[in-house]
Structures are given as structure tokens and as C-alpha cells.
């Protein structure tokens, strides 16, 4: 039983060796093989076995997209002012041999590549364009580190400029200027509601105006129309009565005492001359007769 103590022990040593050497490659990772130190091949998603003492993991890569937040960068525009701007990088490899042999230290690489990048293109613009051109700014850092990037097998998805911070001085200047902007703002909408609201009071009193002008209108039309109907009716009136006197067959007496009556009711009215025909005249001496008489006649009647 002794004897085989030394083999069991080397076998149980073996079993440990080749069981550390079998390797396991997660989703969405490769690792980097190398074989007595030169490049042998990358392993991708599955299980693999490494040659003990002779091969070994270079190094394990993740296929994620990564993110990185950059610390600010001092930049200075065109018109010589001096900027504090800090960026988020979205990356992602795509080679992981190159990852690996391409650069020491990838990311320090893409940081200070980012940060001349960015210094040269805020360069060519002016603090008003770098604060209203962050679109711009993105897709030329984007295209320019991706570019740059390609030895590196890595591949820039997309650049985003987190923060942009002036001087103190400017940021100042910057809050009168939105402050003046507001205040302008306020006082158009002031202006412009005062000029509806006398708008609608002209446009009030003139609908007010044309309102009454046409209640003064229908009410003469009205009264007009009264009127006409009043005299329609008197016309009517009076040439009923005329047909009822000429259907009674009235003799000449009877017509002279109805034309008497009619210049009497003439009389009274505001007419300061009247001319009455010869036939009516006789008619209005033989009443003027018989009224005296009638009036003469009770003394007499007395006296006897």
C-alpha cells in the first residue's frame, strides 16, 4: 500500500492540473491565448482545454459596450475662453487580438486622445458656437476616435459632451442675459394681451353701436309700417262707408250735409284757409237760418 502512495498522490496532482486548465468562455467575453509566449488564437463562447506550462490566457476581453466618464478637460475657444468639459465615451471591441497587442493601457489611449480631440475642435469655435453645438461637437469626436480607434480593435458607438462649465464671470453675464431675454419676452405678452384686450373692447362697442343703429332702424320701420296699416285701415274704413251710402241711394241733401260735416271736421284742424265749393255754401247759410231762428224762437213763445 505504500508503494502506490506516490503514484496516487501524481495522479490526484494530475487530475488537479488538467481540470484548472479547462476553461469555461462566457457570453459576450473572449480570452486571448497565447503558446509559449507568442499569439496562438482567441477563444470565443464554449468550453476549452490549455496545454499546462505551455500555453496561457493573455487576456480575458469583454464584448460589451462599455462606458466611460472622462474627468474635465481645460479647453480654450477661439475667442480665447476657457472652458471646463468632461465627456462620456460609449465603446466597444471588436478585435480582441488587437485590444490586447495593440496599445499598452487602451483606455489612458482613448482618455488623452478624446482630450486632444476635443481641445482642437472646440478650438476652431467661439463660445456661443460651443455652447449651442454639442450635436456638432459629438459626431466629429465620434468619427475622429473611431477612426483613430480602428488599431486599437476597438469601435466608438458614440461621444457625449456631459457638462460644459464657462468662467464664473461668463455663467454671470450669461444669467443677466437670459434674465434681460425673459424680461423682454414678458413684456411683449403684456403688450400684445393689451392690444387684444382693446381690440375686443372697440370691436365690443362697435358691434354695440351697429346693434342699437339697427334696433333704431327696426323700431321706424316698425312705426312705419303701424302707420301705413292705421291709414290702410281709416282708407278702408271710410271706403266702406262710402259703398254702404252709395248702396242707401242718399238724395243731393243728404250728400251736401255729409260734405258739410267734412269741412267742418277740416276746420278744426290746423289748416288757416279753407275754400269751400258754391252748392256747400247755400247749404251752410240755410244751417246758419235755422240756427238763428232757433235760437230766437223760445223769447218769442215768452213774450205771447
Request: aromatic share 4%; hydrophobic share 45%.
Amino acid at each position: 500500500m505504500g508503494s502506490f502512495l506516490p503514484w496516487i498522490i501524481l495522479l490526484v496532482i494530475i487530475l488537479i492540473i488538467l481540470v484548472r486548465n479547462i476553461i469555461i468562455v462566457q457570453q459576450s467575453r473572449a480570452y486571448v491565448l497565447e503558446r509559449l509566449g507568442a499569439f496562438y488564437a482567441v477563444w470565443e463562447v464554449g468550453i476549452h482545454f490549455k496545454i499546462p506550462f505551455i500555453e496561457r490566457v493573455a487576456k480575458a476581453v469583454s464584448l460589451k459596450e462599455q462606458v466611460v466618464d472622462f474627468p474635465p478637460q481645460p479647453v480654450i475657444t477661439k475667442d480665447n475662453v476657457t472652458m471646463q468639459i468632461d465627456t462620456v465615451l460609449y465603446f466597444q471591441i471588436t478585435d480582441p487580438k488587437l485590444y490586447t497587442y495593440g496599445v499598452e493601457h487602451p483606455l489612458n489611449a482613448i482618455e488623452n486622445l478624446s482630450a486632444t480631440t476635443l481641445r482642437n475642435i472646440i478650438g476652431d469655435l467661439e463660445l456661443d458656437q460651443s455652447l449651442t453645438s454639442r450635436d456638432h461637437i459629438n459626431t466629429q469626436m465620434r468619427t475622429i476616435l473611431d477612426e483613430a480607434t480602428d488599431a486599437w480593435g476597438i469601435k466608438v458607438n458614440r461621444v457625449e459632451l456631459k457638462n460644459i462649465l464657462p468662467p464664473r464671470e461668463i455663467q454671470d453675464a450669461m444669467e443677466k442675459q437670459m434674465k434681460a431675454e425673459r424680461e423682454r419676452r414678458e413684456a411683449i405678452l403684456q403688450a400684445e394681451g393689451k392690444k387684444a384686450s382693446q381690440i375686443l373692447v372697440a370691436e365690443g362697442e362697435k358691434e354695440s353701436v351697429v346693434l342699437r343703429a339697427d334696433g333704431a332702424k327696426q323700431a321706424k320701420i316698425l312705426e312705419a309700417e303701424a302707420q301705413a296699416e292705421s291709414i290702410l285701415k281709416v282708407q278702408q274704413a271710410l271706403a266702406e262707408s262710402i259703398k254702404l251710402l252709395n248702396e242707401a241711394r242718399p238724395n243731393d241733401q243728404v250728400v251736401k250735409l255729409k260734405a258739410l260735416e267734412a269741412f267742418q271736421a277740416a276746420a278744426n284742424g290746423t289748416a288757416t284757409k279753407i275754400i269751400i265749393p258754391s252748392e256747400i255754401q247755400g247749404l251752410a247759410g240755410l244751417a246758419a237760418s235755422a240756427k238763428t231762428l232757433l235760437e230766437s224762437d223760445p223769447p218769442a213763445s215768452k213774450k205771447s
